[in-house]
């Protein structure tokens, strides 16, 4: 492998890339699973509930394969970790052997929720905490 693959999108489906979860839920990974048409099921009530359903894909999944952007390459298996739930929030990592890391924050403020993640070879694990703190405190000004 050369140079550092691209690293994954929020949850564990991507466009034109369909990662192979090694363990149970870890496709669920989005604030709404996306669903078919026909389903009837409602929307979850509120952004407070969406945290439930991020937080149980992200403690369903302990390793991910992404394949690599030059088909040549073998894909690349991701490993999460250091998985961290509040009452409104949920940090984890997801890193691969290289040394290339993703650290990531999903949060809930009122009826609105953020996301951020944060990609490199030095990573720090505050960096996605404070984007979603300034633009949860921007949503929400009154």
């Known amino acids: 492998m050369t140079g550092f693959p691209s690293p994954p999108r929020s949850g564990c489906r991507q466009p034109d890339r369909r990662p192979r979860c090694r363990s149970r839920g870890c496709c669920a990974a989005s604030a709404e699973p996306s669903r078919p048409a026909t389903d009837a099921r409602p929307p979850p009530a509120d952004a407070a509930s969406s945290l439930s359903v991020v937080a149980g894909a992200v403690r369903g999944c302990t390793t991910f394969t992404v394949p ?71 949503a929400t000004k009154g």
Request: proline share 7%; with cysteine.
């Open 68 to 138: 690599d952007w030059n088909p040549k390459n073998p894909p690349s298996t991701w490993t999460v970790g250091d998985v961290e739930r509040g009452d409104d929030h949920i940090t984890w990592s997801t890193t691969i052997g290289n040394g290339w890391a993703c650290r990531r924050s999903y949060r809930v403020v009122a009826n609105v929720a953020a996301s951020a993640v944060v990609c490199s070879d030095k990573a720090r694990p505050g960096s996605p905490i404070a984007m979603t703190d300034f633009v949860l405190a921007n």
